[in-house]
């Protein structure tokens, strides 16, 4: 069973905009609800300033697709809308069409924990006109949420340098179900653990945690309560040392620490949440150590991002795990991916592909027309270019590819040592699943792996290296055909 159906155990179908399904019913009323179109989704710009993104919110997506349809309550509330002069919106054969209608769509999509860049389609839809639109919205609100976090959080677990990540940032998520998607997207970026207990339930995400101050409080002393929690947690044993003072909580920890070891226990670690942490780190390592508590951890919290850890690493504080909330699980300083869902390809009455291309009066929101695919490039086992291609055009032995945004930026590929695949793996065909998803703790390592084939430039936080994506030749002639033909109709 899914996550979605374990979290809602009903329909999703109209978690959409009322839009979708006014076009779906136009469309269906035009007599082209059947036609057979592509769709693209992809971003227009990396998130936070950044050099690279990672994909995420595949599994959620198949999970979505594999319970689609309109069940009857879906078609009963769909009855209840009227348009504006009061009379139903949608005809009784539209909502019996809807009744009987089965997902037959073909997707094919980058793997989750895989680094991906702007323009790239990081999911290609193929199939009705009326099913492709229907699904635009619960696409984007997935792929962008959680792509938007795992990127947060791999950039995070680079600034720490290999110390684990705690995330425990559900209480200042966006509602419960932004709570069990940043838990999940902050896994495959990194993180090592949540402290959120359903998406370990759910999920098999490892959990832990620690206390809060008001379990200080709520005794007489600070060291009493550190006792009561060393009687009590005695095999998972972290004391939060900052409640009243913070080398004085060390003091207290201490003694804790050594009672601890005489039983022949461990205090596992002391957590620091607030104060000058790079300061109060380095005290706390050097009052462990003179104490003979070598192995207890410095854990540090206290609204942490990857800037502020990298100047605590650089003022070479002692961070041995981490805890991150607010400033990961809602993505704080970008709250929004902005990815798109566009049209690229329809055919026509007569069987033919037509290429689609929507204008604007900025370059960036042209889309790229076509059926597309993206192979990624590699030498001595490092990226170094992505090829967005036309899989109805190819490409030669050795591409040229052109920045869609600078026609004066170019770049002929050599291939003859390079590695090269294709991005795009088939996930759906037909509307049948034929794509076997891997296990969580699998993406995750897929993320850290495919990090370390970045050139350390590009994962620099502020102006990073930029990593080359380019447009086949012929895909972007094609492109500029279509702009040209588009602009004389207009003219």
Request: hydrophobic content about 40%; overall charge neutral; proline content about 4%.
């Amino acid at each position: 069973m899914g996550i979605l159906k374990n979290l809602y155990g009903s329909s999703l179908t109209l978690l959409t905009d009322l839009y979708q399904i006014t076009m779906a019913y136009a469309y269906w009323k035009s007599g082209i609800a059947d036609r057979e179109a592509v769709f693209h989704l992809f971003f227009r710009k990396k998130p936070f300033n950044g050099g690279f993104a990672i994909s995420c919110g595949l599994e959620v997506i198949i999970d979505y697709l594999n319970g689609f349809r309109f069940e009857d309550s879906d078609l009963e509330y769909l009855k209840t809308l009227n348009g504006n002069d009061g009379k139903p919106l949608f005809d009784l054969a539209f909502i019996t069409y809807l009744e009987n209608l089965k997902f037959s769509c073909s997707i094919d999509a980058i793997p989750e924990g895989t680094p991906v860049f702007e323009n790239e389609p990081m999911l290609r839809v193929r199939g009705p006109l009326l099913q492709a639109q229907l699904i635009e919205t619960p696409l984007l609100n997935i792929i962008n949420y959680q792509t938007l976090v795992a990127t947060k959080a791999a950039r995070i677990c680079l600034a720490a340098r290999k110390a684990p990540v705690m995330e425990f940032g559900l209480r200042r998520a966006q509602g419960l179900d932004g709570g069990m998607s940043a838990s999940r997207a902050a896994y495959i970026g990194g993180c090592a653990t949540t402290s959120n207990v359903l998406a370990g339930k759910l999920m098999g995400i490892p959990v832990s945690g620690t206390h809060a101050h008001s379990w200080v409080m709520a005794f007489g002393n600070e060291l009493e309560a550190f006792e009561k929690y060393a009687e009590a947690m005695e095999n998972n044993c972290i004391l939060l040392v900052d409640t009243y003072d913070t080398r004085q909580g060390i003091i207290n920890a201490i003694s804790i620490g050594k009672a601890m070891k005489s039983r022949g226990k461990k205090l596992i670690g002391i957590r620091i949440d607030s104060g000058d942490l790079a300061y109060l780190s380095q005290l706390g390592r050097e009052m462990l150590d003179n104490a003979g508590l070598y192995d207890t951890k410095i854990v540090v919290s206290n609204d942490l991002d990857e800037y502020i850890l990298e100047s605590l690493q650089d003022q070479h504080a002692k961070l041995d795990i981490l805890g991150i909330g607010t400033k990961l699980v809602t993505a704080y300083d970008q709250p929004a991916l902005g990815g798109v869902y566009k049209l690229s390809a329809l055919k026509n009455e007569k069987g033919e592909w037509e290429s689609k291309i929507k204008l604007s009066e900025q370059i960036i929101k042209i889309n790229i027309p076509g059926i597309q695919q993206v192979r990624r490039f590699y030498e001595n086992g490092m990226m170094i270019t992505d090829m967005i291609y036309d899989v109805e055009l190819g490409f030669q032995d050795e591409p040229t590819i052109v920045d869609p945004n600078d026609p004066t930026k170019s770049k002929k590929i050599r291939t003859e040592r390079l590695y090269a695949e294709d991005l795009l793996a088939p996930i759906f065909k037909d509307g049948n699943l034929i794509y076997k998803s891997p296990s969580l703790p699998d993406i995750r390592k897929r993320t850290i792996t495919e990090i370390e084939k970045l050139h350390s430039g590009i994962k620099r936080f502020v102006n990073p290296h930029v990593y080359v994506v380019g447009l086949e030749q012929r895909l972007y002639e094609k492109r500029l055909r279509l702009i040209l033909e588009q602009r004389k109709l207009i003219s």
